[in-house]
């Protein structure tokens, strides 16, 4: 994911699958990294992402809580956003992604794009 980490990705992940808010504790036992993790390291990587506005936390008793502050194909459509903007010529990179999606892709884009033009 573009912005994050492995590590971060990883966590994210453990929260986009999460239907719940999980403390600390919970996200390091879902983490499947293939490495032995410190709490510690996944405290930090989830203040992290809360400063970075990643995700939400709340203070239930002495532990904090987290959960996504938004929904995977939001954080993934700001990263195609930033890829756009950090191009140099956004209208090309369009284009070329246009011309290489499928039959379904385009049918989805399309749709998209009609409903975009209903709402003006």
Excluded: I
Excluded at 68 to 79: G, H, I, K, L, V
Excluded at 101 to 117: F, N, P, Q
């Amino acid at each position: 994911m573009h912005g994050l980490g492995d590590l971060e990705s990883s966590v994210m992940s453990v929260l986009w699958d999460s239907e719940d808010s999980l403390c600390v504790r919970d996200v390091l036992e879902r983490l499947d990294t293939g490495k032995d993790l410190a709490y510690t390291t996944v405290m930090t990587v989830l203040d992290n992402l809360h400063r970075k506005t990643w995700v939400e936390r709340e203070r239930v008793g002495r532990a904090f809580y987290y959960c996504p502050s938004y929904t995977r194909a939001e954080f993934a459509a700001q990263s195609l956003r930033h890829v756009l903007e950090a191009s140099g010529d956004p209208e090309a990179v369009l284009l070329h992604f246009a011309r290489s999606a499928t039959a379904e892709e385009t049918e989805v884009l399309r749709k998209g794009l009609r409903r975009r033009s209903n709402k003006r």
